[in-house]
């Protein structure tokens, strides 16, 4: 092939490809894509500032019902929170939310399945590290409360997570400690005592647990 017929070929292979970009974007004009992706993006933006109002209402409702011991109150706070899921199921907040509510109310495992819908991969990416420390926190103690001999591995899990996300956490490092004293592991259980006093030293939880400790007769 001679230099003329490569510039021809090279010419030709322009002239397709640039037919089909024309094609392209005239599909996309004549069809109002881009008016239809600013119209999905408008209506996205509307749900996530409706949800955000939905999840602030009900942290307003729950504060209430902690500070008046109303369950009436709490379940008007899980609907808010419920509310605020359906409009943007991405972002974790409002399954803390809805979790803490229904913890209030003496819901654990429903509690604790909407801590889990949290830290799923849809809407873990929405929480910061402490966020999901805390997270971990109260999933790690809603296992500790139940009766389940199994949770106590996966409890210990979540408290090893969180206090390598949030280390100065002091009542996480205290909770570490309980379920290494279910775990009948008490020199770690002290160590983590230990950790939690360095951080707050006042905390009485911790203090106690520490002296129970320290004057057992059977440590590892």
């Not at 972002?91 to 913890?103: G, R």
Request: positive net charge.
């Amino acid at each position: 092939m001679d230099k003329a017929e490569k510039n021809s070929a090279v010419y030709d292979m322009a002239m397709q490809v640039g037919m089909v970009l024309l094609m392209v974007f005239s599909y996309f004009f004549m069809n109002d894509v881009p008016k239809k992706l600013w119209t999905k993006l408008r209506t996205r933006n509307r749900a996530n500032i409706q949800s955000k109002r939905q999840f602030v209402e009900g942290a307003q409702l729950l504060a209430r019902a902690r500070s008046s011991k109303s369950r009436a109150l709490a379940k008007e706070a899980q609907a808010r929170a419920q509310r605020a899921i359906s409009l943007d199921p991405t972002d974790a907040a409002p399954y803390l939310l809805k979790a803490l509510a229904l913890d209030f109310q003496g819901l654990r495992s429903a509690a604790l399945d909407s801590i889990d819908q949290a830290l799923s991969p849809l809407a873990a990416a929405s929480l910061s590290h402490s966020e999901r420390a805390d997270a971990l926190l109260k999933r790690a103690e809603l296992r500790l409360a139940t009766s389940h001999r199994g949770r106590f591995d996966s409890a210990l899990a979540d408290l090893e997570e969180s206090v390598k996300l949030s280390p100065n956490n002091a009542k996480a490092f205290s909770a570490l400690g309980d379920c290494y004293v279910r775990k009948k592991m008490n020199d770690n259980a002290i160590r983590a005592y230990r950790q939690a006093l360095q951080l707050e030293p006042q905390l009485l939880s911790a203090q106690q647990a520490l002296h129970r400790l320290d004057s057992s007769p059977n440590l590892n």
